[in-house]
């Protein structure tokens, strides 16, 4: 079964560094997600990412985060100066043109800022 | 407002026994219901959704849950729990009519079966 695939897996950075998560969703989804969790809350949303423009995005997605797919494949998340409470598992996901009802979600990256 | 309400933190069963997750829900339009499973270290895990028609939805590894529009619920059930089943269950909607594009979780059930 297709999956989408986030690295690493696992990350720590120091307070104030710039980190980019990796994603590659599935190869014929047309539609990008990010979600984040912080440990022991809810999964929220962060932005939507269709036809190469941002289609809608939280207020948790404030000018620290930006998002890009660079060649076609790979959908990544950049938190350009990381501060604590960025701290979170980041779930990526994506859905195809006509797949309204579910996303396939990746595995996740836990961010931990230190 | 779009939300989702998991009333229990944590909910423990003994292996063999039925187990009841329970979810509401509330949406401005018409919903698409969902579960995922999360265990340890791991991403989110399809489970089961209700788009339309039957109301009793099967999914994967043996749970079903019943849509009831009436309560506005969606709980999770399964007949025989497994100690395999023990893990985070999140209940999640998305709205048909109103930003759809977009996922509302529940905060998340802990399921603990026993052996």
């Known amino acids: 079964e297709p999956e989408v695939t986030q690295t690493p897996s696992h990350q720590v950075t120091q307070m104030g560094q710039e980190v980019i998560l990796r994603c590659v969703p599935i190869?014929?989804?047309?539609?990008f997600y990010w979600y984040r969790q912080i440990l022991g809350q809810k999964v929220e949303f962060l932005v939507s990412?269709?036809?190469?423009?941002?289609?809608?995005k939280s207020e948790i997605f404030d000018d620290q985060f930006s998002v890009e797919r660079p060649d076609g494949s790979n959908f990544t998340l950049k938190i350009r100066s990381t501060k604590l409470e960025d701290s979170a598992m980041y779930f990526c996901?994506?859905?195809?043109?006509?797949?309204?009802?579910?996303?396939?979600f990746g595995s996740g990256t836990r961010l931990t800022v230190v | 407002a779009q939300s989702v309400a998991q009333p229990e933190d944590q909910v423990n069963v003994a292996e063999g026994n039925p187990l009841t997750v329970k979810c509401t829900y509330s949406?401005?339009?018409?919903?698409?219901l969902f579960w995922y499973v999360q265990y340890p270290n791991r991403g989110l895990q399809f489970l089961l959704k209700?788009?339309?028609?039957?109301?009793l939805v099967k999914g994967s590894y043996g749970f079903e849950a019943e849509f009831n529009k009436s309560q506005t619920s969606f709980h999770l059930k399964k007949p025989s729990a497994l100690v395999s089943d023990s893990a985070l269950y999140f209940c999640?909607?998305?709205?048909?009519?109103?930003?759809?594009?977009?996922?509302?979780f529940g905060s998340g059930t802990k399921l603990n079966v026993k052996p």
């Open positions: 996901a994506s859905r195809e043109a006509g797949g309204h009802y579910g996303y396939t």
């Open positions: 190869s014929n989804h047309l539609y």
């Open positions: 990412f269709y036809n190469n423009e941002i289609s809608e």
């Open positions: 949406v401005s339009g018409n919903p698409y």
């Open positions: 209700y788009i339309t028609g039957d109301n």
């Open positions: 999640a909607v998305r709205d048909k009519e109103n930003n759809f594009n977009k996922f509302y």
